[in-house]
């Protein structure tokens, strides 16, 4: 009402303003001739009659002041949300240029170095993305950035995932959709880096090629189908095309949907801390707050992918040249996500066997088969977990990675032997740039498969179990504070600080329930009763897990009680 006041005070200062007022005015009257008649506006008939058939009102009432907790982590997984948008937008305007063709022409355009030589319409169209479509090499850098950034993203997610424990019921669903998300992004990013048919993304397809003839019995049928024919072929490009524009990302976007309508029907998890509990959630409403805040940081990561493509080239295909079949590129690197496999073949010995006119090439093979079956083994990972503590409660309150050790273990493990095979991957990189032998490089990634997440495993372990030592100390003696007191009888101590209730229950709200045991082999009458060997297996995982030797007790509160009854130096 204040805004109005200035416009009807002016309204005798000219006609267009008189026109306003007029015209407000006649709605005006219009609105109260309604109001009297016992009509609604057009606008709340429009709502009433949606409501009617849908069933917004109620389904907005319930949901739009939904509260979210608040917290930085959960932000990754806001990352990929965005950037696989960014993705979408960005290779709908790229589809607009692109031929997925395998016909070869001479090009004739724009970058005179490649003027006369013989390539697919695939990699000239590229070129033509690159030089002479306005905005086509940014949108071609936003778009490779932003694969680069979305599988990222959810690998990092994922960690965040596994590390806190929010896998566990009734979440088990959505990490299978997340990892189901991740799998595709990597075969997405795969048939799109393959597309424009240079000779870097040639190679990658000839890398792939190897893999799958690889496969016993059926690698050649498995090869020549998809290929069309005897690589490199001339179908490739056009049926890589369809399944990276269309199918991939229709199956992805789905996913999504189902991952977010997932998070906001079980609500999201929240860190352990004061007012958190399993029924309790302490955060923003999903409006306004929550959406202005998304709002914003859609935009702010659209800004920094923006910016990545407009400042740092990647994938210049105009330097590689066309893929021809008899020539490789120096250097030859695969997206970072692909190295973990790249860097399983480049280090596995060539083994081979040769039996009844067949050649079975382990030294291809192993390794192309280990990648799916390190990716499964994280798939099902929450399941294996879950049976093995029989826990079938809910649990909505994150586990600090401190107090799960063995689980941050096997993160850390994984982690630490992607990081070896991607050096492994990029062994010829790595020789040139450091000056080193490639072959000690290859042996060193050999001992490394096989000794570094071993050591990563137990030096993370002890990490986590003085952690919680640390986190017991606080507990009873309080926060170190460095003021040092000196006693009467001229003993020198240092003075703690108590904790506040809130840090008390942080550091003590988590559950240390005993492993699963098989009990007594024998009853109360004196019968051995039978005992199956995934019994016996499920109770070594449990101890070795969730044991005693996987914790430290949490202090009990006569313990706190009696240190702190008295002048204890607190």
Known sequence: MDGARPVNGAAGKGSSTRTGASAGTRASARRGVSARRGEAPTGEKLADWADGRLGLYALAKANMRKIFPDHWSFMLGEVCLYSFLILILTGVYLTLFFEPSGVEVVYNGTYTPLNGVIMTRAYESTLDISFDVRGGLLIRQIHHWAALVFVAGMLIHMMRVFFTGAFRKPRELNWVFGWTLLFLGIITGLTGYSLPDDLLSGTGLRFAHGAILSVPVV??????????????????????????????????????????????????????????????????????????????????????????????????????????????????????????????????????????????????????????????????????????????????????????????????????????????????????????????????????????????????????????????????????????????????????????????????????????????????????????????????????MFGPGTRIPKPTQEEYRELTSGDHHH
Not at 258 to 263: G, M, P, Q
Not at 410 to 426: F, K
């Open 219 to 544: 690698g050649t049928y498995l090869a020549m189908f998809l290929f069309g024919g005897e690589f490199p072929g001339h179908d490739i490009i056009p049926r890589l095309f369809p399944i990276h524009v269309l199918v991939l990302p229709g199956i992805m976007l789905g996913l999504v949907v189902a991952h977010l309508i997932l998070v906001f029907y079980h609500k999201h998890t929240q860190y352990p801390g004061p007012g958190r509990d399993q029924k309790s959630v302490v955060g923003m409403p999903f409006l306004p707050v929550y959406m202005a805040k998304a709002g914003g940081f859609f935009f702010l990561t659209f800004g920094v992918l923006a910016m990545m493509g407009a400042v740092a080239s990647i994938n210049p295909v105009w330097a590689f040249g066309p893929y021809r079949a008899d020539l490789v590129t120096t250097g030859a690197q695969p997206d970072w996500y692909l190295g973990f496999s790249e860097g399983l073949i480049r280090v596995m010995p060539g083994w081979e066997i040769n039996a009844w006119g067949h050649t079975l090439v382990l030294g291809v093979f192993i390794p192309f088969s280990l990648f799916p079956l390190i990716m499964a083994a994280i798939g099902v990972y929450p399941f294996i977990e879950a049976w093995i503590t029989g826990d079938k409660r809910e649990h909505h309150i994150l586990d600090r990675p401190r107090n799960v050790p063995v689980r941050t273990g096997l993160g850390v493990a994984w982690l630490s032997l992607y990081g070896v095979l991607l050096i492994g991957g990029g062994n010829d990189i790595v020789a040139t740039h450091l000056h080193l032998s490639i072959n000690v490089i290859t042996w060193c990634v050999r001992v490394g498969f096989f000794v570094v997440p071993v050591v990563a495993f137990i030096v993370t372990k002890r990490i986590c179990l003085g952690l919680q030592r640390s986190d017991r100390d606080k507990v009873l003696h309080g926060r170190e504070t460095g003021t040092v007191k000196r006693l009467p009888h001229g003993e020198y101590v240092e003075v703690h600080e108590p904790l506040t209730q809130g840090q008390l229950f942080t550091l003590t709200q988590h559950d240390q329930a005993p492993p699963y045991e098989i009990g007594p082999l024998v009853d109360a009458n004196g019968v051995r009763r039978s005992v199956s060997p995934v019994q016996r297996l499920r109770a070594r995982l449990a101890r070795a």
